[in-house]
């Protein structure tokens, strides 16, 4: 077992998980309330700052730190976390201690590239199983965009195996998309981005670049995909026309799947992904290039008829990855919003919409911790985010008027 790093407690801050849940995120399982207070209670984490936001006042506090390039976090049933780091590590995080896990795929390392996303099957307390983006080289020196699953056992994965592996293997390093999401039929959902250097792959309907991929849970092709039974298409295909979306999830109240798509220079864009649909990319956007400054090459319009809509464009640039829907009544005035990180604008946005449109926008986090890789609701109900950091760190947004016993003290003024 190798032991990477040790919490120091900075500022004692009693950890005891809140109230119960509701609407826990998808492929995130549930544990009692009560194992969990009995678990964390006494740790103590460092706290960062302290926020006054337009509804809520919040903390920040620093879970684990030391992380190199973390990408994504998945909770355990039983209180632990696991976060992959870029360079091929997968942790286990237990009250701030953190485990690095073995048996982890082979994994190419190399600008964008290497272990990515997380995600635990919807029925992980039966069957173990913890799937991981990843890209995967061909020894040739191309990589491409796969997904492995595995099974922990102690410190270990377990029966591990490529359950997808992108059908076209190409230069390395940049717009790997790699985040997942199960649907509420018990789909994964796989983002691949259109791998940089030739973007016109998004538009090819053979290819996985550039798209949204439905997938059974060892690999297989749905029958009611979209294209299936279409042999110029392949069957994977859920959406196309995508640049390189790196903020994917799922309502688990309404089954809509919401995607933020990583433009170029410009052209952040969220959508709700609809199966069957073409987003465009890359001859429809709203982004520039990011050298010349000017039109995209490949680009015809803004706008183009049997294109879809994006439901919203963050401006500025926001360069976003990591998405999540608060729920939790930890958090009352923010329910039914979405949080999106950004990466080159340090900070998350709070979006607030109705059906039709975004009725309002915030910032948080400006500045605060770095570049934010990923943002997720717990179990617990509080928030979660990482940096994406050669020193990248693991942070808790909590209410600011958290009391000694865990509990905000508005939620227990209201029972």
């Known amino acids: 077992m190798t032991i990477r790093l040790q919490q120091i407690p900075v500022l004692s801050l009693a950890l005891v998980l809140g109230a119960a849940w509701t609407m826990p995120a998808i492929a995130n399982s549930t544990h009692s309330n009560e194992s969990l207070r009995a678990q964390t209670a006494g740790t103590t984490f460092r706290e960062v700052a302290t926020e006054d936001t337009q509804y809520e006042e919040i903390r920040i506090v620093e879970i684990a730190s030391g992380l190199e390039h973390p990408w994504a976090l998945a909770f355990l049933p039983d209180g632990r976390l696991l976060v992959t780091?870029?360079?091929?590590?997968?942790n286990l995080i237990d009250n701030g201690e953190v485990v690095e896990v073995s048996g982890v795929p082979e994994v190419n390392v190399e600008r964008q590239g290497g272990l990515l996303d997380l995600a635990l099957h919807p029925d992980y307390e039966t069957n173990g199983w913890i799937y991981m983006s990843y890209s995967k080289p061909n020894g040739n020196g191309e990589t491409a965009t796969a997904v492995a699953r595995g099974r922990l056992e102690g410190n270990t994965l377990v029966d591990v195996e490529d359950v997808f592996v992108q059908n076209r293997y190409s230069e390395?390093?940049?717009?790997?998309?790699?985040?997942?999401?199960?649907?509420?039929?018990?789909?994964?959902?796989?983002?691949?981005?259109?791998?940089?250097?030739?973007?016109?792959?998004a538009q090819d309907l053979s290819d996985h670049a550039g798209s949204v991929l439905r997938l059974n849970e060892d690999g297989s092709v749905p029958d009611d995909n979209p294209f299936v039974g279409n042999p110029e298409v392949a069957g994977e295909l859920y959406t196309y026309g995508n640049r390189n979306i790196q903020a994917l999830m799922v309502n688990s109240a309404t089954g809509e799947i919401w995607a933020v798509d990583h433009g170029p220079r410009g052209g952040d864009l969220i959508y709700q992904l609809e199966a069957g649909n073409n987003y465009g990319w890359p001859l429809v956007t709203r982004g520039l290039d990011y050298d010349t400054e000017g039109p995209i090459p490949e680009s015809i319009a803004r706008r183009m008829e049997n294109v879809t809509e994006p439901f919203h464009e963050l401006l500025p640039t926001h360069a976003p990855s990591g998405v999540t829907l608060v729920t939790a009544n930890q958090f009352p005035a923010w329910q039914g919003n979405l949080l999106v990180g950004g990466l080159a604008s340090q900070r998350i946005r709070r979006i607030v919409f109705n059906d039709q449109e975004v009725l309002h926008e915030e910032e948080l986090l400006l500045q605060t911790v770095g570049r934010i890789r990923d943002v997720r609701q717990g179990p617990d109900g509080y928030l979660y985010v990482l940096t994406d950091e050669s020193d990248g760190g693991l942070y808790r947004i909590e209410p600011a008027n958290l009391t000694e016993n865990g509990d905000d003290e508005e939620n227990i003024e209201s029972v």
């Open 85 to 90: 780091e870029r360079p091929g590590r997968l």
């Open 172 to 201: 390395p390093g940049q717009h790997y998309g790699s985040r997942l999401a199960w649907t509420n039929d018990g789909k994964l959902l796989v983002t691949i981005g259109d791998r940089w250097f030739e973007p016109l792959r």
